[in-house]
């Protein structure tokens, strides 16, 4: 199955850290991001771990749940947390789902390519599984984001994408390359020049298809 933005992300009831969870549910009217990784004790996804341990307090701000998949079992990742803890020096309190039958990691096609060529596969072999997606409280995707085994993330990037994401949810508005919050945003091309500046007040015109203009406040 292929997940594309704007699909209704799939929902599905798996066991977690945090008890059974319906993904659906689970959201509710937050944000929230659905971040998977190969396997529990090993080196990068421990700092991928550690890194969204320590940013809990931004994603809690941003109204955003986040959510770990792994193909290990929910009493493997409660050892894993320890070493994740220790790491970091934050607390891992967000859930991590039991995938060991891999039907979330099929249902989003988190999987590589050459694990659908083997009949059989196991979890032991899904060694190369690394995806995120970010999901709306609408439940429809808002981004995706697919690495190979030996690049972490950066969620630096994931934390930018996500505000800018709420930015323009709803707006007609864009932002340009390597926003950040504070910076201009761009006037979407659904508003003439007249209307633009009704809804925002001074527009800064570079070309007549790329207009800047102060952020909206939130």
Not at 120 to 140: C, L, M, N, W, Y
Request: hydrophobic share 40%; with cysteine.
């Amino acid at each position: 199955m292929t997940i594309r933005i704007n699909d209704i992300a799939p929902d599905f009831t798996a066991d977690s850290t945090a008890g059974e969870l319906s993904l659906h549910d689970w959201v509710g009217n937050s944000y929230a991001i659905l971040f998977s990784h190969p396997k529990d004790f090993t080196p990068v996804c421990t700092t991928e771990f550690g890194a969204v341990a320590q940013l809990a307090p931004e994603f809690a701000k941003r109204n955003t749940k986040v959510m770990g998949v792994s193909v290990d079992t929910v009493e493997e990742h409660k050892k894993w947390k320890r070493d994740i803890e220790a790491f970091s020096g934050a607390p891992a309190d967000f859930p991590i789902i039991d995938d060991t039958s891999l039907h979330v990691s099929k249902l989003y096609s988190m999987l590589p390519a050459d694990a659908y060529l083997t009949d059989g596969r196991t979890p032991a072999d899904s060694a190369t599984v690394r995806t995120v997606f970010i999901i709306g409280p609408d439940k429809k995707i808002r981004l995706t984001m697919s690495y190979p085994m030996s690049v972490g993330r950066n969620f630096a990037e994931i934390l930018r994408a996500l505000d800018a994401i709420q930015a323009t949810d709803g707006a007609p508005i864009a932002t340009p390359a390597n926003w950040i919050p504070g910076q201009d945003v761009i006037v979407g091309l659904g508003l003439d020049d007249a209307q633009a500046k009704r809804q925002f007040g001074d527009i800064d015109i570079k070309l007549p298809y790329l207009r800047f203009t102060k952020a909206p406040k939130n």
